[in-house]
């Protein structure tokens, strides 16, 4: 059975001390893997998607990297700004789509 | 603001009962997406809906059925609720069947 495994379930970090987040997956057939921010009572926010083992995005202080087994979110000397829950995703080749429970983020300033 | 509508904001009804949820998607999108948030199962991908034809199809019981009309907008039906439907349920849209997701602010559903 396609799924996702995130860890940790929290991280607390003071500003400025960098940190990475991990995406396990298990999918039959992979067409992509998608991170996404989530603040209390809103609906998900896009941040990437990854194709193929190999590829990395970047967008400010977030680096998101793909193997074949995990992804990483790489997080450059976060802001307070950046607390929110991080949510990972896969989309299988049957068009599905699994979320892990995400990463709980506290930035301290 | 993602472009994305979803109606009502919150909606308290007893078990038993139907109710219907009800997506704007941002204009020009041509896909919906459907997913369920719970406490204890994080977001649970429903159904998928791409211009007005059945795309994709996850973890959806059979008392839920959802629709994309010519306009485009959605509408998922839940019946026979049960006290743990009760959660967030969200809907997003993307252009093509394929692309990013933008999510709506989704509605909060109580079953008493």
């Known amino acids: 059975e396609d799924q996702v495994t995130q860890s940790p379930e929290a991280l607390r970090l003071q500003e400025g001390e960098s940190s990475s987040l991990n995406c396990s997956y298990t999918?039959?057939?992979?067409?992509?893997l998608f991170w996404y921010r989530q603040d209390p009572g809103k609906g998900p926010e896009f941040l990437f998607t990854l194709y193929s083992a190999g590829e990395e995005k970047e967008k400010e202080r977030l680096k998101a990297t793909l193997t074949k087994k995990e992804s990483f979110l790489h997080i450059t000397a976060p802001k307070p700004e950046d607390s929110a829950t991080y949510l990972c995703a896969v989309q299988n080749t049957g068009n599905q789509f699994y979320f892990g429970t995400g990463t709980s983020l506290t930035v301290i300033p | 603001d993602s472009g994305v509508t979803q109606t009502p904001k919150h909606l308290i009804t007893a078990t038993g009962q139907r109710v219907t949820l009800r997506c704007s998607p941002r204009?020009?999108?041509?896909?919906v997406y459907w997913y369920q948030q719970s406490l204890d199962q994080g977001l649970q991908f429903l159904i998928q809906?791409?211009?007005?034809?059945?795309?994709a199809k996850g973890n959806i019981l059979e008392r839920f059925s959802a629709q994309q009309f010519p306009d485009l907008h959605s509408e998922l039906n839940l019946s026979s609720l049960e006290l743990g439907d009760s959660a967030l349920y969200f809907c997003a849209s993307s252009v093509g069947a394929d692309n990013t997701q933008y999510f709506g602010p989704g509605t909060r559903l109580t079953v008493l």
């Open positions: 999918v039959s057939g992979l067409r992509g």
């Open positions: 204009s020009g999108d041509l896909s």
């Open positions: 809906y791409y211009n007005g034809e059945e795309r």
